[in-house]
């Protein structure tokens, strides 16, 4: 069972910027794994905010282009989300998710039911 730890939520204001990073760990190979980030505000379902597959290829939701960037350290088993010019509307806890490439869909990347791997989430605050 492949297990994630997210790490790097808190509290910022507006504008500012903040580095997520989610730890794999009980897998044998990081790197065949497509990965995302998922988010969710109270109240509001999961929604997807970014995306990357095995060779790199990232993908973001209109939310999150621009101002957020998505890449992976397979050596590290790591996976990062660079949040920059962070707004209130991004407050939610960020989750994120991982499934093998053997069954990854593309078409699917921002569907919470299409991951078979979670991490616990963190949560991140903006302030106006």
């Known amino acids: 069972q492949v297990q994630l730890v997210e790490s790097g939520g808190g509290s910022v204001q507006a504008g500012g910027p903040l580095r997520l990073s989610c730890t794999a760990s009980a897998v044998l190979s990081f790197g065949t794994y497509c990965m995302a980030w998922f988010r969710q505000a109270p109240g509001k379902e999961r929604e997807g905010v970014a995306a990357?597959?095995?060779?790199?290829?990232?993908s973001y939701t209109d939310s999150a282009k621009g101002r957020f960037t998505i890449s992976r350290d397979n050596s590290g088993n790591t996976l990062y989300l660079q949040m920059n010019g962070l707004k209130p509307e991004d407050t939610a806890t960020y989750y994120c998710?991982?499934?093998?490439?053997?069954?990854?869909?593309?078409?699917?990347?921002?569907?919470?039911?299409?991951?078979?791997?979670w991490g616990q989430g963190t949560q991140v605050t903006v302030s106006s």
């Open positions: 998710a991982a499934k093998h490439r053997v069954s990854f869909q593309w078409p699917n990347r921002f569907k919470p039911s299409h991951y078979n791997y």
């Open positions: 990357i597959d095995t060779a790199g290829t990232t």
